[in-house]
């Protein structure tokens, strides 16, 4: 294969998701940045203590699990995915912080045709 076209398809080739999101938080605020070519809408910062409900969506077998932060000011959702890097760290520390007790984490993470599960539920 020519060169060119090598850097071609290296140039336009999708990049995983843990390439084009991260995580990162610490004991007051998470946040999630857009890295490359990923939207900038993605960029979203949060505190811990602002957070009124979490819900994990089940991305199925080859997507990502999304995790869902509803905020209680202003009544906002933020929107993590799993597969970002460091998302597994922070699905741990909402697991860790009591935001998502272990029943509801053990249901969600069996999940695997699509369901949600919320803490608190409805």
Same mark, same amino acid.
């Given at each position: 294969m020519?060169?060119?076209? *090598?850097?071609?398809?290296?140039k336009h080739r999708p990049r995983s998701i843990d390439q084009a999101l991260s995580v990162e938080f610490d004991d007051r605020e998470v946040r999630v940045r857009a890295m490359g070519k990923m939207d900038p809408a993605w960029n979203?910062?949060?505190?811990w203590s602002n957070i009124r409900r979490v819900c994990f *969506? $089940?991305?199925?077998?080859f997507g990502s699990d999304i995790i869902y932060i509803s905020l209680k000011s202003p009544d906002k959702v933020h929107t993590v995915l799993s597969m970002a890097s460091g998302g597994s760290d922070f699905f741990g520390a909402?697991? $860790?912080k009591g935001y998502f007790p272990?029943?509801?984490w053990r249901r969600a993470i069996a999940e695997s045709s699509g369901g949600m599960h919320c803490w608190p539920e409805d």
């Open positions: 020519p060169e060119a076209l *090598k850097a071609w398809i290296e979203q910062t949060f505190e *969506k $089940d991305g199925g077998m909402l697991c $860790d272990e029943a509801v």
